[in-house]
């Protein structure tokens, strides 16, 4: 099944488009998804060390909702990265 | 009475106009307006703009959060707060960030802005892309988000 993840805030850097595209195995985690992204900045920016802790610092967020680690993930489904905050 | 918005930098600038007018009561003696403006040093690099990113909903709803706790944890029932952030790219001096709050006493309306400020800070996902003299830019590492609901 698909996954898409929208980037925000520093993850942007991840890619020139807006969201990243991924193919997961049926009732894949959020903790699945984190090392689909680490697997795909391995490949794609050698392992940049600040990525990968970007992501190891992330939370993820599905229908506005800050979602665990242990959340299922369905087919097509639209998750946020939002990695570390810093507004104002 | 809350007005929380996030505003795009290319079509229109923070006003503290339209904040005041929409807290000015008769019901309240207090006004604090609060403002964040872009600055041009940070850590001995020189700033010349800053873009600010932002997952609308979720900021909207911690604005919407945090709004309500304050009756909880602040006893502050009766008083209007005006929210409004930057998303987007602005210049040196230039608001990215408006809190105005108008409640009946002044006490109330000090510790209330202090709350909004500091409680958006850890909890609105915003980010900053700071842009240097040097052509150079880069994401400010920000805290990792706190979700109050966990």
Same mark, same amino acid.
């Given at each position: ?88 | ?95 990215? @960030? ?8 002044? $006490?109330? *309306? ?5 709350? !909004? #400020?500091? +409680? ?5 996902? @915003? ?8 052509? $150079?830019? *880069? ?5 990792? !988000? #706190?979700? +109050?609901?966990?």
């Amino acid at each position: 099944m698909k996954v898409v993840i929208e980037l925000f805030g520093a993850s942007r850097d991840f890619s020139d488009k807006n969201s990243i595209e991924f193919d997961i195995k049926n009732n894949s985690t959020i903790k699945d998804v984190r090392e689909e992204i680490l697997d795909y900045l391995d490949l794609n920016f050698k392992g940049n060390k600040n990525f990968i802790k970007i992501v190891n610092s992330s939370a993820f967020c599905s229908n506005d909702n800050i979602i665990s680690d242990n959340y299922k993930i369905t087919n097509n489904e639209k998750i946020a990265i939002i990695p570390p905050i810093g507004g104002g | 009475m809350l007005h929380a918005k996030i505003i795009d930098t290319k079509e229109k600038k923070l006003s503290i106009i339209e904040a005041e007018n929409f807290i000015s009561s008769h019901d309240y003696g207090a006004s604090i307006y609060f403002t964040g403006t872009v600055r041009n040093q940070n850590d001995d690099k020189s700033v010349i703009g800053i873009t600010y990113d932002s997952h609308d909903a979720l900021v909207i709803n911690s604005f919407q959060e945090i709004y309500n706790e304050a009756d909880q944890k602040l006893n502050i029932k009766d008083k209007s707060v005006y929210i409004e952030h930057a998303k987007g790219y602005l210049n040196l001096g230039e608001v990215s @960030i408006i809190i105005a709050v108008a409640c009946k006493h002044r $006490d109330q *309306a000090y510790v209330l802005s202090r709350y !909004i #400020i500091e +409680e958006i800070k850890k909890r609105s996902p @915003i980010w900053k892309k700071e842009h240097y003299q040097n052509n $150079d830019s *880069a994401w400010l590492k920000g805290n990792p !988000i #706190i979700n +109050e609901k966990n």
